[in-house]
């Protein structure tokens, strides 16, 4: 088994306004070929960067060796091209930094960030962000960073394998449209075919116990944040919802620095281009009575 000791490896994957894809990951005991994923824009024409000055991003683990059940820190350390540590990320959707983990089997996701540990004043001075988890099942599991380096944002994955017991469970697809969530009633409005490379808008309409919510809230500075990833692992996209007939949800700075104060609802669009054909898990976390609400479908990419 390999320590998992800085197993983040440096490839371009800036963001697009409202959307991430992310690069190549590693897996086995030695790491894969380093593959260059598309270059998907930038957020300022003032901070275009070259591939070989990007930043990037270590992980370390304790203990270095995940089991399920227990308590693991996740140590980021992002740097620039000469290895010397960035401080002063650009707050990016709220926090310096989002993790995404995601379970091989689409039973487990979580969205968390240094700032739900330590408080955001000391975040300034560290060279490292710590973030704390519990893996509840043992298998195969991608871990997803999103940070923003003066005003450019960056996406960096990688696969680790938790150890004990229990194992993870096989893969259920199902292709509902029409799905519940408690309370909730969300329906998905996508392309009867959705086709690779092409932008795809996914709308979701929601209800709570058959009644159009229209006070949904604010979540980390968007209506929605969507995790979007193929069922293989070997794809990952990061997108953002907006009310449908607003002002563009792309717009740079907003992204970058603003919040979404007002209320809305029962719709919410997403922007959304699947680099590959394949099927699709599509996470969703939209917030309600002060509370994130965690949504999935399946989508099948032509």
């Avoid at 800036?14 to 894809?21: M, N, Q």
């Avoid at 075919?193 to 795809?200: E, L, N, P």
């Amino acid at each position: 088994m390999i320590s998992y000791r800085n197993i983040f490896h440096r490839f371009p994957g800036r963001v697009i306004f409202s959307l991430a894809v992310f690069g190549a990951f590693l897996a086995g005991e030695t790491a894969a070929a380093e593959v260059r994923m598309q270059d998907t824009g930038r957020l300022h024409a003032g901070h275009s960067l070259q591939a070989d000055r990007e930043p990037s991003v270590g992980l370390e683990m304790a203990p270095s060796t995940a089991r399920a059940g227990i308590t693991t820190s996740l140590f980021f350390t992002v740097k620039d091209a000469e290895g010397n540590p960035i401080r002063n990320l650009t707050v990016s959707h709220e926090r310096i930094l989002h993790v995404i983990i995601i379970s091989k089997d689409f039973s487990v996701f979580a969205h968390i960030h240094p700032e739900d540990f330590i408080p955001a004043s000391s975040l300034a001075k560290t060279d490292k962000y710590e973030l704390r988890y519990v893996f509840p099942k043992a298998g195969e599991y991608l871990i997803a960073a999103d940070f923003a380096v003066k005003d450019v944002l960056f996406s960096r994955r990688v696969r680790v394998t938790v150890e004990g017991e229990p194992p993870m469970s096989m893969i259920r697809e199902d292709f509902s449209r029409i799905k519940d969530f408690g309370d909730y009633r969300v329906v998905l409005d996508a392309p009867e075919r959705v086709s690779a490379g092409h932008k795809t808008v996914l709308g979701y309409q929601v209800s709570e116990k058959g009644i159009p919510v229209t006070d949904l809230e604010p979540h980390l500075g968007a209506p929605m944040h969507l995790s979007i990833i193929l069922t293989d692992l070997n794809r990952f996209i990061h997108a953002h919802g907006y009310r449908p007939g607003s002002e563009s949800h792309a717009h740079p700075i907003g992204h970058i620095h603003g919040t979404v104060r007002e209320r809305y609802g029962p719709e919410i669009d997403a922007e959304v281009v699947f680099p590959m054909k394949g099927i699709y898990k599509v996470f969703s976390e939209i917030k309600h009575k002060g509370k994130v609400r965690l949504l999935d479908f399946f989508v099948n990419v032509e």
